[in-house]
């Protein structure tokens, strides 16, 4: 593994923002591609925001952290948090086939990231959430 950094970002939308610029400045010291600049966007913004509307309210969630490292085939994303366990790799059922009526609010982000990374793994260590994305480095 090369190339590690790690942001530690208050649950703020404000902070959300931020982290998305120093996202770009790792990207653009480690030549990461711009597909996959685009999708790490995407990933930081809906996990980022999960985190803050779902966490915020627990005592022990005023941050998260974000830890990224390039291998040669993968750009790995690692979330950590101290809300309420959760796994998004087992979100909510999202029902495709539903109509915009009778659709349930939740879940297509969380299908999205899923359906965007190469894996997603989640593990509950002691009281921290973490979420492991992969994302291949393409062009």
Do not use: C
């Amino acid at each position: 593994m090369k190339a590690r950094k790690t942001l530690r970002i208050p649950n703020t939308w404000e902070a959300l923002t931020a982290a998305v610029q120093e996202l770009d400045d790792y990207f653009d010291t480690h030549d990461v591609p711009p597909k996959t600049r685009f999708t790490a966007h995407l990933v930081l913004e809906e996990i980022g925001s999960n985190i803050i509307k779902y966490s915020r309210n627990h005592e022990m969630a005023d941050f998260f952290k974000l830890s990224m490292a390039l291998d040669p085939f993968d750009l790995i994303m690692s979330f950590q948090d101290q809300g309420e366990p959760f796994d998004a790799t087992k979100g909510p059922k999202v029902d495709m086939n539903a109509t915009i009526e009778d659709s349930t609010i939740g879940g297509r982000g969380l299908l999205l990231v899923k359906n965007l990374s190469s894996s997603m793994r989640y593990e509950r260590v002691g009281d921290v959430n973490v979420l492991e994305v992969r994302l291949k480095l393409v062009e």
